[in-house]
């Protein structure tokens, strides 16, 4: 009788080694007829969204990036959330990913249709019409290709989405750094290196909520609990404070594609940026509300309240029942409010800076993108330990 290993870690790296040179070799393919010489996308709006698009300028067949995939398994969490706990007993996982895929290909056609009006094209690349539309079918086409990598590098790599949002962080880091002269503004880095502290604290530390369970009377009975991290859901907040807040945008772009001579809708688009005091209020608030929010949806203590009572399970030192549910109602409140205002003032640490001229947005974006970037790196390292731990078993057979 033999030994044999899995292999499992090696096997799922590799796999996400491939999917991110397939990735990588779509951003190099350019979108036809778009004049690569037009820079006029290097605004505020798309450097708030650069970590999720697949180019910086938007020329190339990653353009929509990762974007339609995250806004749509947003959607569906979140549509999964509020069902009752026997509906989403019955959804299946192929249900589920059939859910995805339409929202993907509702989101991503949204977007191809308002992202391609705003490329400049070459002046003989053909019709403007035909023109546009192949470049939309394109950023669709990309759209759907990242989207089909992230399922699959779910089921047969590591992280998911995660290491698409890690190269694009990366690239967009590597060029502001470059670009902006970040090494010359001390006080832009000390906040960096506070957030980047703050957040592998938070990342690493969570809340034990000790239990009583009935079905265990042994040696190891107080070692049960339930435990929460000190930012609930993590980095999330930042990332999609950072898409809700060019949604309506979005929809405004739209409104002035179909009223191209409404000067009020003109300006109200000009006005919808993070240069501004009124701009940058709005997404710091969008931050500690999604915060909140995704913290009570994505945890729910009121279904984690009744399960507990259900099972026949308590907090030691709370009652089962409506006791229970205020308990972790007020716990996750506490938790989810702190870390949402101390996600924003991170941000609003070097967004005043931009107010004050001492930096450009891109370096402004620092904060956001250092938190992002040492969330990933912290949740990827606790999957990849998972699966070396899953390695370290033999098998025989």
Partial sequence: MG???????????LFTVFMLAVYLLGKSILLYGVDTSDRSGMNGQYMVTMMFSGDRYHNTLMALGIMPYINASLLVQIITAFRSSDA????????????MFITTVVIAAFMAVIQSADVSLLPGAGPETIVRGVVMLEMFAGAMITYFLCMKNEDLGV??????????????????????????????????????AATVFMENSIIKIPLQRVSIHNIHADQN?????????????????????????????????????????????????????????????????????????MLNPMESARQLQRNGDSIIGVYAGEKTKKYLVSLVWRLSLVSGLLQAA??????????????SL?????PSSA????SIICSTAQEIASYRRYDAYKFFF
């Fill in 346 to 359: 991170g941000m609003a640490l070097s967004l005043i800076m931009v107010l004050r001229g001492e930096v």
């Fill in 225 to 297: 609990y339930m435990a929460y991290k000190r930012n609930p859901v993590g980095i999330m907040p930042v990332m999609f404070a950072t898409v809700a807040f060019v949604i309506p945008r979005y929809f405004v772009r739209m409104l002035t594609l179909i009223f191209p001579e409404n000067v009020r809708l003109a300006e109200i688009r000009k006005d919808m940026v993070m240069t501004k005091p009124e701009g940058i209020a709005i997404y710091l608030v969008i931050v500690v509300v999604l915060s909140v929010a995704f913290s009570f949806i």
């Fill in 362 to 366: 891109p370096l402004a974006m620092m």
């Fill in 3 to 13: 030994s044999s290993k899995t292999h499992e870690l090696r096997n799922r790296i």
């Fill in 88 to 99: 989403r007993a019955k959804i299946s996982k192929q249900r589920s990913d059939r859910w």
């Fill in 159 to 196: 992280g998911a989405s995660m290491p698409i949002i890690l190269v694009n962080i990366l690239t967009s880091l590597a060029g502001s750094i470059s670009a902006n002269h970040f090494f010359r503004y001390p006080r832009l880095m000390v906040v960096c290196a506070v957030v980047v």
């Fill in 371 to 374: 938190m992002i970037l040492v």
